[in-house]
């Protein structure tokens, strides 16, 4: 059984720039989520996608965008970057749209200079 | 959206010691799970416990959620504890992650 896995795993940019992180989710598992954790704190949730459709969504800007591709791998997009965005970002996989165990990847580290 | 608070917020133990971990939450949820962040940032599994008593090795958990909160017990302590632990509750149409408890576990 494959986990979920992420990539690249560190990055650098500068602000205003663009970036796309990436994820797969483990098998079986239909449905993905993003989380942002910045230092010292909590995951928040930026959305989710179930079956190639967003199904939720939290406090995020629209300059935070995703896809679900048909194999239910991710992808992550940010543009315009800020400073704020400097964090860790998480993604993970589950079987079932709506409140089912979520699996983690290792994670996407983003700094903004 | 809903409010999760966990406590203590920093917990040192001498290895071999136990502890427990809690996590409340403001309104009713439908799904709840613990993890364990490891100094690389992975949020591993540790339960997913929407109610009852659950238990895996030292560890175990009891949620529950007539009462709005669910328990973490780590018994006889390892170094390899040492973390941030995270409860997550799903309401609404999302997961929310709670403060988190960083514990350190001394030799």
């Known amino acids: 059984e494959t986990g979920v896995t992420q990539s690249p795993t560190h990055l650098i940019k500068t602000r205003g720039q663009q970036v796309t992180l990436r994820c797969s989710s483990q098998?079986?598992?239909?449905?993905v989520s993003w989380y942002q954790q910045a230092l010292g704190q909590g995951p928040q949730f930026i959305f989710q996608?179930?079956?190639?459709?967003?199904?939720g969504r939290g406090n995020f800007p629209p300059r935070f965008s995703g896809l679900q591709f048909p194999n239910y791998s991710s992808e992550l997009n940010v543009n315009a970057l800020e400073l704020d965005d400097s964090a860790l970002y998480l993604c993970?996989?589950?079987?079932?749209?709506?409140?089912?165990?979520?699996?983690f990847g290792e994670g996407s580290r983003l700094t903004v200079l | 959206g809903i409010q999760v608070e966990q406590s203590p917020p920093d917990l040192i133990l001498q290895e071999g010691a136990n502890s427990t971990l809690r996590c409340n939450f403001s309104?009713?949820?439908?799904?709840l799970q613990w993890f364990h962040q490891n100094p690389w940032g992975q949020l591993i599994n540790l339960f997913y416990?929407?109610?009852g008593t659950k238990q895996n090795g030292r560890l175990s958990a009891t949620t529950v959620a007539t009462e709005r909160y669910s328990l973490l017990y780590i018994s006889s302590s390892q170094t390899t504890d040492s973390g941030v632990y995270f409860c997550?509750?799903?309401?609404?149409?999302?997961?929310?992650f709670g403060t988190g408890t960083s514990l350190t576990v001394i030799p």
């Open positions: 098998s079986g598992h239909n449905t």
């Open positions: 309104d009713s949820v439908n799904n």
């Open positions: 997550a509750v799903w309401a609404g149409n999302q997961f929310y």
């Open positions: 996608y179930y079956r190639e459709e967003e199904n």
């Open positions: 416990i929407p109610s």
């Open positions: 993970a996989s589950s079987y079932q749209g709506a409140g089912g165990e979520l699996f």
